[in-house]
């Protein structure tokens, strides 16, 4: 099959009898970016068109750092299935998900692998029931089930890279640690992350995501244990790096793409329960579908998705003006339910329904930079020791003290109503 970012992409063996089951294929009809069209029109690509260019970048890299068969197998089963558990619209709808099942994607993708959950849904079950799990299918082609899910998912507690090597004046120690597998898809510089920043960026039209990825996969190796970069390398992943954050800024927390998909989040929360069951089985479509049969707010935020006519910003607070004692006070509502709770106070002062007001902020941690460095915290190996790559990159260094976010707090509403929800909003979030 032809792919518009990588080319060819070649699949095979069990890899094809994988990518025919009914798990991936549902992926096509889920778009990669959830409702990022409304910003960006040419942003209609799918999961499935990922988890494709994920499995090709995989099998360069493995070839690359010379795995064995049997690794190499493994890994490019998880890359092709490590997407199988999100939702209907992406990242969009995960938290509903969460909510709902008390499974992120990850681990609910596991659990679709090993059949601890239904992989169809009721009405499917006379096509559908009588299919062996991933996991047997996996099995019957002698390839580890539970090694494939140990990839896709991270391991609890484990270590960071930067934990697991003592740096030393003479020499260094390392514990015994092997996850470059797991890296390879979770990693300062992996597969999935080279694939969706160039993917997103072609359809998008934002040309902030062009990295070298050919130059990246030919300077990665593994030293004791741990995905690294040599030296060569630094300025593909000072690249990477750039890219990953410019993304971040201008397409996944684009104000108005926030807008839009906490407006999907409130269609599902305001309708009847079964609606938002089995989210990890359904396409886009059929979640749109049942909104529009809802009645209520449910049917009419779904419908003003459909005309494009999005809440408007009642408050916004930029990431560089926001004060310690606002950081601390948006800290405490957090949670889903601290932010439905603090949705539902800010409606009753402005005299608004609950499923007109959206209070969206990043994770706490995000809020207090815990989060900053996160990928950008690249190993790099010199051929004496490991170090990280801010040990020889100002840039690399500058881009750890970057908000992932330009913003830290935005309050929506239909436009009629912004003047009464900022001031409600002001009086209750801050007193």
Known sequence: ??????????????????????????????????????????????????????????????????????????????????????????????????????????????????????????????????????????????LSSQR?????????????????????????????????????????????????????????????????????????????????VTRGGIVAAEGMMVARALMYTSIYYHRTVRIAEMMLCKALEAAKPEARENLHLKNDSQVLCSLLAEEGDARSIARSLLRRQLYKKAVSLSTVSTTDEQRDALASICSYEKRKETEAAVAQKAGVKVSEVIVDLPSRSSLFCMLRAGKTDIPIWDGDKVRPISRYSP??????????HDWTLLVSCPAQHREAVEKAAWKVLFG
């Open 395 to 404: 840039l690399a260094k500058a881009l750890q003290t970057r908000d992932v």
């Open 1 to 142: 099959m032809h792919d518009p970012v990588h080319g060819g992409i070649y699949v095979d063996g069990v890899f094809l009898k994988l990518l025919q089951r009914h798990e991936l294929q549902r992926l096509q009809n889920v778009k990669q970016l959830g409702l990022a069209n409304l910003v960006f029109p040419g942003a209609n690509h799918t999961r499935l068109e990922h988890s494709l260019g994920t499995y090709h970048l995989i099998g360069k890299m493995a070839r690359s750092l010379g795995l064995d068969e049997e690794e190499s197998q493994a890994v490019k089963a998880a890359a092709l299935l490590h997407d199988i558990g999100h939702p209907a619209y992406s990242h969009t709808l995960e938290e509903v998900m969460e909510v709902q099942s008390g499974q992120g994607h990850m681990d609910m993708g596991c659990s679709l692998i090993e059949g601890s959950r239904p992989h169809h849904l009721p009405e499917d079950a006379s096509e559908l029931g009588s299919m062996p799990s991933i996991s047997e299918l996996l099995e019957s082609h002698g």
């Open 148 to 228: 494939v899910m140990d990839i896709i998912v991270s391991p609890h507690g484990a270590l960071p890279w930067e934990q697991q090597s003592l740096l030393q004046d003479q020499g260094q120690t390392f514990f015994g640690h092997h996850r470059h597998l797991n890296q390879m898809i979770h990693g300062p510089v992996d597969a999935d992350q080279m694939d969706y920043l160039q993917r997103d960026a072609h359809y998008t039209g934002v040309a902030h995501g062009a990295i070298d990825a050919e130059r990246l996969l030919n300077t990665i190796d593994v030293h004791n244990g741990t995905l690294v």
